[in-house]
């Protein structure tokens, strides 16, 4: 059973910085991309950055030179270093990997319970 736990969501004004971290943990074999979305009221939930196991990244247009992601593979874990936030920042922030939990399976995505982040002006 694998379990990704989000942390680090909250209230912030505008211009100031949030980091969330997701840890994966349970039965895990290989662990591909890890990945950070966000789902804003009324929107569809879109791709905010993602990290490959190599550690080449990619960002959304929107939070390019704000925002950092970053992994720990010792720790199994992912985190988003948000600066500079804007109030369309606000968002539910789900934690996502791409990976396989035994050397027999294959690899699946798993999801994290979100995280709200919400950026007052």
């Known amino acids: 059973q694998v379990q990704l736990v989000e942390s680090g969501g909250g209230l912030v004004q505008a211009g100031g910085s949030l980091r969330l971290s997701c840890a994966a943990s349970?039965?895990?074999?290989?662990?591909?991309?890890m990945a950070w979305y966000r789902q804003a009221p009324g929107k569809q939930r879109e791709l905010v950055a993602e990290?490959?196991?190599?550690?080449?990244?990619k960002y959304a247009d929107s939070v390019k030179g704000r925002f950092t992601i970053s992994r720990d593979n010792a720790k199994i874990t992912v985190y988003l270093q948000m600066n500079s936030l804007k109030p369309e920042d606000t968002a539910v922030y789900y934690c996502?990997?791409?990976?396989?939990?035994?050397?027999?399976?294959?690899?699946?995505?798993?999801w994290g319970q979100g995280t709200q982040v919400t950026v007052s002006s």
């Open positions: 990290i490959t196991s190599g550690g080449s990244t």
């Open positions: 996502n990997t791409f990976l396989m939990p035994n050397s027999r399976g294959s690899y699946d995505d798993y």
């Open positions: 349970g039965t895990i074999f290989s662990i591909n991309r």
